[in-house]
């Protein structure tokens, strides 16, 4: 998917493979006011500051979030912009100010 601006709102296009070229599949895109995900590596949340620990786990109650649980750019990006969302990679000691994977890893 390319997701592309050139000033006059934001589009989405897919690459059909048929005929090689990105065709037009979301005209118009927008962030959602609330999302239905979050995306978090929680295999750190032992590392996380407890602000951060609240937050994901106000996300799981009342009208909860569903959880992706690779946090992995990559992986979930795409869901994330689509559907709307949170997608996090909060600081722990080893990442001070949190870390962002680059999106060809």
Not at 29 to 50: A, F, L, T, V
């Amino acid at each position: 998917m390319i997701v592309l601006s050139t000033g006059h709102g934001v589009n989405g296009f897919m690459l059909d493979p048929s005929i090689g070229e990105f065709v037009l599949t979301d005209a118009n895109m927008k962030c959602k006011p609330r999302g239905k995900i979050y995306s978090i590596n929680e295999g750190y949340e032992e590392k996380w500051d407890p602000a951060i620990k609240e937050y994901v786990k106000s996300k799981k109650q009342g009208k909860a979030y569903g959880g992706r649980y690779i946090g992995s750019m990559v992986a979930d990006v795409h869901r994330t912009l689509k559907y709307g969302g949170i997608f996090m990679y909060p600081a722990t000691a080893d990442n001070p100010n949190g870390k962002l994977r680059v999106l060809y890893e």
